[in-house]
């Protein structure tokens, strides 16, 4: 069966929203995506039907509560293929799993003379963690540059990974759409004796993923941009190295015991979930999982090379010189985020005329300002695309941007 | 909703166009730095204060043409003037853009330029843009009077 993406948009109430007599044309679903109705009503009928805390009661409520948050991570397990389900902690959302990995495996590994390597295309969230804690352990950070094209640029891979302890990089680039060689990078990084971290924030969303296949250590990615709900995030990590791992935060649900000598930690995943967990959200987040499987990660994927070959194509032939794409133009290597300079306009004007029109776009630095110094930028404008866009909206954000420089070119 | 013409008032599209006082300074000449972090916009300020006047100011930097111009026109109003004066600008200026609470400034002088920057207020989002220059500033007198 072909991909119905009109279909698909019937999922997704948001979409039909019309604003001042226009229709929302949403381009912002690397930053967050939209909601279908299985993840709202799944949530909302747990709110409505079957509330209840998890674990701690022995009511029946408590238990089928349980069963839904423990199948959640059961799903989220299958989506990613990992070996157990208690390999998947749940996390406050991707940047908390990052620090996380940093705070608990780093603060125990890494020290004066070490090395961690990361990338010059990572988000905040994958840099300054490792700051953070070099800072306090007096280890060294080392960068892999890029090339023109924005790949990364693997020419000295090896000697940068020598001594190295960790690898931590991004499995697709919030801004230049740049899709990694995920199991190239962990099978060099193993080479060398290091541990490989994935940031799969805008990756899993979008394409499949396999843990076991790429081989790494730790992956971390978040509900709210593979059409769940935000106040959840997810952390992967092979058992035994989360086994080996001190707690991250301290309190209740993450011990087996408290004495008033010290404490003895809870089994895995618990080990690593303090506190009251977002039990709603995993809910929503289970159903998005669902979602998602039922679409198919394959078409979706195929759908975003098509509507990514489409924009390529469209803002090129109607712009010509006045547009900036960065990035690759190979659709093999690329997701569905485009981050451009148009004309001489600000992104902040662009995207403020764009909005007359519900053009909605992200304008900024993506939070990856050592990559925007790269590109010489203090900010670019970002139309990124998921499972339900559109080329009609592609046309769309094409009229919105002649607009914008009819407007500012005098 | 207010349309684009409220926002991109001729005279603010004319300051981002061709901004007065662009450059910088020499020591001793202070400089300030604002950025907004949100949005990656940086603005630098030079100004040389002589007897309590801030006698020059000059302006860098690469943001939007809201925080480009905003900077353009303060540049324009405050050259010359007397420090307490400048301070009372910037009292007004912010309180005209909603984001100062307290007494209502004096606002029998004309704006004149800055007047044009009205229309940001209807877009809230844009306002932090506006008020960079006017915060960098703020904290260039606080320099100076070091």
Redesign the interface.
Not at chain 2, 78 to 92: F, H, M, T
């Given at each position: 069966m072909s991909y119905d993406v009109q279909k698909l948009r019937n999922d997704f109430p948001v979409l039909a929203e019309v604003i001042n007599d226009k229709p929302l044309v949403y381009l912002d679903s690397a930053n967050s995506s939209q909601k279908p109705l299985a993840v709202i009503d799944a949530m909302s009928d747990f709110m409505s039907h079957a509330y209840s805390p998890t674990n701690r009661s022995a009511y029946q409520m408590a238990a089928h509560a349980t069963d839904l948050y423990e199948g959640a991570r059961a799903k989220v397990a299958t989506f990613i293929n990992a070996r157990h389900a208690h390999e998947v902690v749940f996390t406050k959302n991707a940047t908390e799993a990052l620090n996380l990995v940093a705070r608990a495996w780093g603060s125990a590994n890494l020290n004066k003379g070490d090395v961690v390597l990361l990338t010059h295309m990572e988000h905040h969230a994958n840099i300054v963690p490792w700051q953070m804690l070099a800072a306090e352990h007096g280890f060294t950070i080392r960068w892999v540059p890029l090339t023109n094209d924005g790949l990364l640029d693997l020419t000295d891979l090896d000697t940068l990974l020598t001594g190295a302890k960790a690898f931590s990089f991004t499995a697709m680039s919030n801004v230049l759409g740049t899709i990694n060689p995920v199991a190239e990078l962990v099978a060099a990084a193993h080479r060398h004796g290091a541990i490989a971290i994935v940031d799969g924030c805008q990756s899993v969303p979008h394409m499949v993923t396999d843990v076991q296949a790429l081989g790494a250590d730790f992956l971390a990615f978040s509900s709210h941009k593979m059409v769940g709900p935000t106040g959840i995030g997810m952390l992967w990590g092979r058992e035994e190295l989360l086994d080996a791992m001190p707690p991250f935060l301290g309190g209740g649900n993450m011990i087996s015991d408290v004495r008033l000598d010290g404490f003895t930690c809870a089994e895995l995943p618990a080990k690593f979930e303090a506190g009251t967990q977002p039990i709603i959200e995993a809910v929503g987040l289970g159903a998005a999982v669902d979602y998602l499987t039922a679409v198919g990660m394959e078409n979706i994927r195929q759908h975003e090379i098509d509507i990514t070959t489409y924009a390529l194509n469209t803002l090129t032939s109607r712009f010509g010189d006045d547009i900036v794409i960065h990035g690759s133009r190979d659709v093999s290597v690329r997701g569905a985020t485009i981050s451009f300079a148009y004309k001489d306009v600000h992104p902040h004007d662009v995207s403020q005329v764009l909005d007359q029109t519900n053009v909605c776009v992200r304008a900024g630095h993506h939070c990856a300002k050592p990559l925007m110094r790269l590109l010489g930028s203090n900010a670019t404008v970002r139309a990124s695309f998921y499972l339900y866009n559109t080329n009609h909206e592609v046309d769309a954000l094409c009229d919105a941007l002649s607009a914008a420089g009819d407007f500012f070119t005098l | 909703?207010p349309?684009?013409e409220d926002?991109?008032r001729e005279i603010i599209?004319d300051h981002y166009?061709s901004p007065r006082n662009r450059g910088s300074l020499e020591p001793p000449a202070v400089r300030a730095e604002g950025h907004n972090p949100?949005?990656?916009?940086?603005i630098e300020v030079f100004i040389s204060v002589e007897n309590d006047i801030v006698a020059d100011i000059k302006i860098s930097g690469?943001?939007?043409?809201?925080s480009?111009s905003s900077g353009s026109m303060m540049s324009a109003a405050i050259k010359g003037k007397p420090i307490a004066e400048v301070r009372a600008l910037i009292s007004r200026f912010k309180h005209m853009m909603s984001i100062e609470e307290g007494e209502q400034p004096d606002t029998s002088a004309p704006l004149g330029d800055l007047e044009a920057l009205q229309g940001v207020v209807k877009?809230p989002v844009?306002i932090k843009?506006a008020v960079l220059s006017w915060n960098t500033l703020a904290e260039a007198l606080d320099i100076a009077a070091e």
């Amino acid at each position: 069966m072909s991909y119905d993406v009109q279909k698909l948009r019937n999922d997704f109430p948001v979409l039909a929203e019309v604003i001042n007599d226009k229709p929302l044309v949403y381009l912002d679903s690397a930053n967050s995506s939209q909601k279908p109705l299985a993840v709202i009503d799944a949530m909302s009928d747990f709110m409505s039907h079957a509330y209840s805390p998890t674990n701690r009661s022995a009511y029946q409520m408590a238990a089928h509560a349980t069963d839904l948050y423990e199948g959640a991570r059961a799903k989220v397990a299958t989506f990613i293929n990992a070996r157990h389900a208690h390999e998947v902690v749940f996390t406050k959302n991707a940047t908390e799993a990052l620090n996380l990995v940093a705070r608990a495996w780093g603060s125990a590994n890494l020290n004066k003379g070490d090395v961690v390597l990361l990338t010059h295309m990572e988000h905040h969230a994958n840099i300054v963690p490792w700051q953070m804690l070099a800072a306090e352990h007096g280890f060294t950070i080392r960068w892999v540059p890029l090339t023109n094209d924005g790949l990364l640029d693997l020419t000295d891979l090896d000697t940068l990974l020598t001594g190295a302890k960790a690898f931590s990089f991004t499995a697709m680039s919030n801004v230049l759409g740049t899709i990694n060689p995920v199991a190239e990078l962990v099978a060099a990084a193993h080479r060398h004796g290091a541990i490989a971290i994935v940031d799969g924030c805008q990756s899993v969303p979008h394409m499949v993923t396999d843990v076991q296949a790429l081989g790494a250590d730790f992956l971390a990615f978040s509900s709210h941009k593979m059409v769940g709900p935000t106040g959840i995030g997810m952390l992967w990590g092979r058992e035994e190295l989360l086994d080996a791992m001190p707690p991250f935060l301290g309190g209740g649900n993450m011990i087996s015991d408290v004495r008033l000598d010290g404490f003895t930690c809870a089994e895995l995943p618990a080990k690593f979930e303090a506190g009251t967990q977002p039990i709603i959200e995993a809910v929503g987040l289970g159903a998005a999982v669902d979602y998602l499987t039922a679409v198919g990660m394959e078409n979706i994927r195929q759908h975003e090379i098509d509507i990514t070959t489409y924009a390529l194509n469209t803002l090129t032939s109607r712009f010509g010189d006045d547009i900036v794409i960065h990035g690759s133009r190979d659709v093999s290597v690329r997701g569905a985020t485009i981050s451009f300079a148009y004309k001489d306009v600000h992104p902040h004007d662009v995207s403020q005329v764009l909005d007359q029109t519900n053009v909605c776009v992200r304008a900024g630095h993506h939070c990856a300002k050592p990559l925007m110094r790269l590109l010489g930028s203090n900010a670019t404008v970002r139309a990124s695309f998921y499972l339900y866009n559109t080329n009609h909206e592609v046309d769309a954000l094409c009229d919105a941007l002649s607009a914008a420089g009819d407007f500012f070119t005098l | 909703m207010p349309g684009l013409e409220d926002l991109y008032r001729e005279i603010i599209l004319d300051h981002y166009k061709s901004p007065r006082n662009r450059g910088s300074l020499e020591p001793p000449a202070v400089r300030a730095e604002g950025h907004n972090p949100l949005c990656g916009d940086e603005i630098e300020v030079f100004i040389s204060v002589e007897n309590d006047i801030v006698a020059d100011i000059k302006i860098s930097g690469q943001g939007c043409s809201i925080s480009q111009s905003s900077g353009s026109m303060m540049s324009a109003a405050i050259k010359g003037k007397p420090i307490a004066e400048v301070r009372a600008l910037i009292s007004r200026f912010k309180h005209m853009m909603s984001i100062e609470e307290g007494e209502q400034p004096d606002t029998s002088a004309p704006l004149g330029d800055l007047e044009a920057l009205q229309g940001v207020v209807k877009f809230p989002v844009r306002i932090k843009c506006a008020v960079l220059s006017w915060n960098t500033l703020a904290e260039a007198l606080d320099i100076a009077a070091e």
